[in-house]
């Protein structure tokens, strides 16, 4: 039985169709709050009035901002974890489990949670900082106007979808035969070298789908 034709008629109408809409009526000034209004035609206004738009530039710098810096974290740490567990030691499986457990809850549970632990008042995060730095818990919070609010979306975020680049570095790193560090380690190879010209390489696949799919 031939699937080409329904998948292809699917394909169109969930993806392509929408699309081709979607930028027909972004060269009108359609209001889905006024769907009874004649609809004229603007042209290319939409898109120049949205790029001169200050507030526009300023979102996408907070957008970019947050999607560079996680991304950049979640790989760092979920490569360095991958590697660890690598290793094989005593409890790797435990400590494998414990890892995944953040990526297992709902988004909407991490929010809460983090909220709570970062509350200026009650929140464990400020106590933890005036400890360490002397600051007084009360006299910032990570949840305000300020700096810092951006910087604690990135932790979460990172603590929660570093578990989701973990198996991927994980699988790469598994997938690399072992007679090929065997064979650098007979030729005197450091574990410095190897890793730059055997580990790195071999596993970079598998790091840029991580990176794809975290950017998606």
């Known amino acids: 039985m031939d699937l080409r034709g329904p998948t292809i008629f699917l394909l169109l109408a969930i993806n392509i169709f929408p699309l081709?809409?979607?930028?027909r009526l972004s060269l009108t000034d359609y209001a889905a709050n006024r769907p009874n209004r004649e609809v004229a035609w603007v042209g290319l206004r939409n898109y120049e009035r949205t790029l001169t738009?200050?507030?526009?530039?300023?979102?996408?710098?907070?957008?970019?901002?947050?999607?560079?810096?996680?991304?950049?974290?979640?790989?760092?740490?979920?490569?360095?974890?991958?590697?660890?567990i690598n290793r094989k030691f005593k409890g790797n499986d435990i400590l494998t489990t414990l890892i995944v457990v953040p990526m297992m809850l709902s988004p909407a549970v991490v929010g809460n949670f983090c909220t709570f632990l970062c509350q200026p008042q009650i929140g464990?995060?400020?106590?933890i900082?005036?400890?360490?730095?002397?600051?007084?818990?009360?006299?910032?919070s990570m949840l305000g106007p300020g700096g810092l609010a951006p910087w604690a979306i990135i932790?979460?975020?990172?603590?929660?979808?570093?578990?989701?680049?973990?198996?991927?570095?994980?699988?790469?790193?598994?997938?690399?035969?072992?007679?090929?560090?065997?064979?650098?380690?007979?030729?005197?190879?450091?574990?410095?070298?190897?890793?730059w010209t055997i580990t790195l390489p071999m596993v970079l696949p598998f790091l840029m789908v991580a990176v794809?799919?975290?950017g998606i």
């Open 124 to 127: 464990m995060v400020n106590y």
């Open 53 to 84: 738009d200050e507030g526009t530039w300023a979102n996408m710098t907070t957008t970019a901002h947050f999607l560079i810096w996680t991304i950049f974290f979640q790989v760092v740490i979920g490569f360095t974890l991958a590697w660890l």
């Open 212 to 214: 794809l799919f975290r």
């Open 20 to 23: 081709i809409w979607t930028i």
């Open 155 to 195: 932790i979460v975020d990172t603590w929660m979808w570093t578990p989701f680049v973990m198996p991927i570095c994980l699988a790469g790193l598994r997938s690399i035969p072992d007679y090929i560090h065997e064979a650098a380690e007979v030729d005197r190879a450091s574990q410095w070298r190897q890793f």
């Open 129 to 140: 900082v005036e400890f360490l730095t002397g600051i007084p818990a009360s006299s910032f």
